[in-house]
Structures are given as C-alpha cells and as structure tokens.
C-alpha cells in the first residue's frame, strides 16, 4: 500500500471513531436522563427521547409503576456505563446498541439500550431494565 494510502486511510480511521465517540456519548445522555425522568413520574418528557410509537405514556408508566421497576428506580443516581457499543447503518438508517450496564448504586441492576438516529438526535427505541436479585 502506498504511503498515500495509508494516510488516507488513517484519517478514515480516525473520523470514523470520533462518530461512533460521540454517538455513544449522545446515546448515553439520551438513556441517562430517560431513567431520570421515569424515576421522577415525568412520562410526557420520558416519552419525547422516543422514536416512534413504541411506547405511549401510559406504557411508560405502566412500566415504571410496576412494584419491580419502581423498586429498581427508586433514588436513580445515574448509570456506570460498560465500555463500546455497536453502531449500524442500513439503507441510510443508524441503529446505536449500547452494552448492558449498571445503575450506580444499585449493584446487580443492570439497563441496555438500542436507539435510532433522528437529525441529531439518538431517540430511544428499546431498552430492558433488570434486578440482579
């Protein structure tokens, strides 16, 4: 390969990291404040981090008042996220998975989420909450 090349290829490289960089970190906020917002009772704006129909409010709260997810969302303080994530586009439409991670200050109890690209935003489009008990 030529010197050129190579260069070229690198700053591919490198351009290609700083998106998936900030996409994770828009994904993490994005996933952050959505467990805020469900641990406060504030559906409507839960609801607007949202792509689609996937969830209405009464579903959100439906899911966050279940004595299981309540108790799991009790006093949130946040998220330690885990390492990476996997970014995928198809057909011009970007997926963003992010690794199974845990709520600070609740050991065991773990949250993932999966997104989709909307302009700049990630909106969420899945995501599980699960006790380690």
């Known amino acids: 390969m030529k010197p050129a090349s190579i ?14 960089g900030a996409a994770v970190d828009s994904g993490r906020a ?6 805020e917002l469900m641990a406060k009772g504030d559906y ?13 409010e009464e579903a ?26 996997q970014l995928e586009t198809v ?4 997926t963003l998975r992010l690794p199974r991670s845990e709520l600070k200050g609740k ?11 909307q302009g700049n935003d990630w909106r969420i489009v899945g995501f599980a909450l699960k006790s380690g008990k």
């Open 7 to 20: 260069a070229l290829l690198s700053v591919f490289l490198l351009l290609s990291g700083c998106g998936f």
């Open 30 to 35: 994005a996933g952050d404040r959505f467990l």
């Open 44 to 56: 409507q704006q839960a609801r607007e981090l949202c792509s689609g129909l996937e969830f209405s």
């Open 60 to 85: 959100l709260k439906a899911f966050a008042t279940d004595p299981g997810n309540a108790a799991m969302l009790k006093d949130y303080k946040g998220i330690d996220w885990a390492s990476g994530g």
């Open 91 to 94: 057909d011009g439409q970007s």
């Open 107 to 117: 050991p065991g109890t773990t949250v993932v989420f999966s997104f989709q690209q």
